[in-house]
């Protein structure tokens, strides 16, 4: 109902339906829905391994057959909606766990973006907070000076805060070390490349995901689902 209230209000409309490993063999199904509701844009994103899906990864990550097929089917959708010149497009997110580069993310740390919790709290990126990092509040400081001089917007700004193997690297520019909030999940150090990268010392730790995806995935009924006890227990994490 609400897709057709956008539509008959003339406005655009985007559709995101996350993916991962319990769903992403429907993805025909799926861009098919999206036709029916007369979608401008989908987003057909893997999810993005933070927070809950962090914790869940085992039992979401998707094989390295399920993102070929998957990405297979969502081209050959885009191919035959170019040639009815459908005004549909498609985008396909890959998840970070099946590169050999990182993300630039958040196209560099402060130096793009900022997000503002409702307590107050200036952020870098939206999974900033679990940092061990002190970050300022918006009722204690102006915005310029929480951009231009606050300590947690310059933590990891720029180039010099960067160790090996990014100081020296030809492609820190494109991709400014990779994800600072994935490096503290998977190393415990903000500052280390992001193990996404090859290059990286961690980059075993993607590598045993990627095995794990495959050999040892965990069913639906082994997924921890948000309630109060479970996020104590996400917390300790």
Known sequence: AMARAVKAHGYPMVLNFVTHRHNIDNIERIIQLCLELEADFVELAICQFYGWAELNRAGL????????????????????????????KLIFVTPDYYEERPKGCMNGWGNLFLDITPDGTALPCHSARQLPISFPNVREQSIEQIWKHSFGFNKFRGFDWMPEPCQSCGEKEKDFGGCRCQAFMLTGDAANADPVCSKSAH???ILAAR???????????????RNEKASKLILRV
């Open 211 to 225: 095995t794990e995806a495959e050999e040892a995935p965990r069913g639906l009924d082994e997924l921890t689902f």
């Open 61 to 88: 990550l998707p094989s390295k057959d399920q993102l070929v097929r998957a990405e297979r089917i969502t081209n050959q959708w885009r191919d035959k909606l170019a040639a009815e010149n459908h005004p549909c």
């Open 203 to 205: 980059h075993d730790k």
